[in-house]
């Protein structure tokens, strides 16, 4: 299969959670994917050059190449939405909180302006060009490196809403901010969900992006009872891989 939807058979007796035709849940599911096996690439710190990531996972790898050393975890999920936004024409919908709760609104460069940094309070300001730029996917991606730059776990804990487990969807994300105990913080996006209707079990597939900035990958889970890569949600907690570990408090939405 070369969609996530395709890619990834359901273990016996669930089927997949229904989603509204052109909804943010539709897209993600079916975000395309490169062949399986193929590596997935990331980008070298020191030269900002692709390089293959001998770490990720290989068994599903966004065909969504990362060409920044910015985008990494958070930035992957702000770009998910950025794209879906964007691909519906709903262009005056794309703002993000950067730092200091500045908001930065895709609006503004379609207008002719860019965001600059400049220290201070407030910190960042908005600049007007000669010009009025073309809209197309470039000045999406201008606007979305600026972006990156400055948007974070942190923002993205502070501003995006928190949503209870029982309605989680394909689309929220996961997102924990750095603490005193943990250097880095993470974030995830759900990419598929289904439930058994005798039971009412639920299983649910995870993407991420990374540090070193890494093309999206879904999580494997070595440990599911179902196959890797399900996780069963379970009321409480959600436990991602080895690495990190999400409590339901981490749950948030893109709105």
Not at 141 to 166: C, H, N, Q, W
Not at 176 to 195: C, L, Q, R, W
Not at 201 to 223: C, F, K, R, W
């Amino acid at each position: 299969g070369m969609t996530i939807a395709e890619r990834f058979t359901l273990p016996e007796g669930f089927e997949r959670i229904e989603c509204e035709q052109g909804s943010f849940e539709e897209y993600v599911r079916n975000l395309p994917l490169i062949p399986y096996g193929e590596a997935a690439m990331e980008v070298d710190g020191d030269t900002n050059k692709r390089i293959v990531s001998k770490d990720t996972p290989k068994i599903a790898v966004l065909d969504r190449p990362v060409y920044f050393y910015t985008e990494q975890c958070a930035d992957s999920c702000i770009r998910t939405w950025a794209d879906y936004l964007f691909s519906q024409g709903r262009y005056n919908e794309i703002c993000f909180q950067l730092a200091n709760g500045f908001e930065c609104s895709f609006d503004k460069y379609c207008e002719g302006y860019v965001c600059v940094y400049q220290g201070g309070t407030p910190p960042f300001k908005w600049r007007k060009l000669d010009e009025t730029p073309e809209l197309n996917y470039a000045l999406l991606t201008k606007y979305l490196r600026f972006v990156y730059d400055y948007a974070y776990t942190g923002t993205m804990t502070s501003y995006l809403p928190k949503v209870s487990i029982e309605n989680m969807k394909i689309g929220d994300v996961l997102v924990k901010n750095k603490t005193s105990t943990s250097k880095y913080g993470h974030a995830v996006m759900i990419a598929d969900m289904a439930v058994n209707k005798t039971t009412g079990e639920i299983i649910y597939l995870m993407i991420q992006g990374s540090t070193p900035a890494v093309d999206n990958h879904v999580i494997p889970n070595p440990a599911s009872e179902f196959g890797s890569p399900w996780f069963k949600l379970q009321k409480g907690n959600i436990v991602t891989s080895a690495e990190w570990f999400f409590s339901s408090d981490h749950l948030k939405r893109f709105e």
